[in-house]
Nanobody, 126 residues
Framework: QVQLVESGGGSVQAGGSLRLSCTASGYTNRITCMSWFRQAPGKEREGVAAIGTGSGSTEYDDSVKGRFTISQDKPKNTVYLQMNSLKPEDTAIYYC???????????????????WGQGTQVTVSS
């Protein structure tokens, strides 16, 4: 089993920054990629960014490219999401997810992930 714990959410004004953290524990050596998803009220969950834990390769949704950066600290089993130039439309609950299989171009599909965190609220005011 793998447990994921997110932190770092909060409220910020438009144009501001936040950094989310997701720390994994348990059988972390099984994890092949980790991603951030978000879900706004009344909207479907969407993939925001992903990172291959072995290669370090990253993927981003077009809506956050150039503003968000996903990174990892492997010794700490932690993945980060640095969010800059935040917009009100970034307001959502952000979830960390971990997969034990191949992610590749399927990374935005929630069904490929085996483990999920509890979520952390991000609110951006205009």
């Amino acid at each position: 089993q793998v447990q994921l714990v997110e932190s770092g959410g909060g409220s910020v004004q438009a144009g501001g920054s936040l950094r989310l953290s997701c720390t994994a524990s348990g059988y972390t050596n099984r994890i092949t990629c980790m991603s951030w998803f978000r879900q706004a009220p009344g909207k479907e969950r969407e993939g925001v960014a992903a990172i291959g834990t072995g290669s370090g390769s990253t993927e981003y949704d077009d809506s956050v490219k150039g503003r968000f950066t996903i990174s990892q600290d492997k010794p700490k089993n932690t993945v980060y999401l640095q969010m800059n130039s935040l917009k009100p439309e970034d307001t959502a609950i952000y979830y960390c997810a971990a997969a034990t299989g191949w992610c590749g171009r399927s990374w935005p599909r929630g069904s490929i992930y085996n483990y999920w965190g509890q979520g952390t609220q991000v609110t951006v005011s205009s």
